[in-house]
């Protein structure tokens, strides 16, 4: 598991700086420095509610799985991410490809 620090506090499954999923998702496949990188499975708050209304994720949690598929990555062994700790940023982010892995470092 990788300990997730996230600061992108419009995302529905941001709480208290953490995400409340048990695994997420970053993309960036072509990726070759942070800014091409996202969190695929960021969320609005306006778009959960539209979509669940009894809300279920509500408990945040530090370490979590992350699947990546950001081969340009160090840490990325087999679309897992093997960083000890990742950081996700998007201040003011509406979608997705507002969002970033800050963690992300190539191989040069």
Do not use: W
Request: glycine share 4%; aromatic share 6%.
């Amino acid at each position: 598991m990788t300990k997730l620090g996230c600061s992108v506090t419009s995302c529905a499954y941001n709480q208290s700086q953490c995400c409340c999923l048990p695994k997420i998702q970053v993309h960036g496949t072509h990726a070759e420095n942070s800014h091409e990188t996202c969190c695929h499975s960021y969320c609005t708050k306006s778009d959960a509610a539209a979509q669940n209304s009894a809300f279920q994720f509500t408990v945040p949690d530090t370490s979590l799985e992350v699947a990546c598929t950001a081969r340009n990555c160090q840490y990325n062994e087999n679309n897992r991410c093997h960083a000890e700790q990742i950081d996700i940023s998007g201040k003011g982010a509406s979608c997705k490809t507002d969002t970033e892995c800050t963690t992300f470092h190539d191989y040069q």
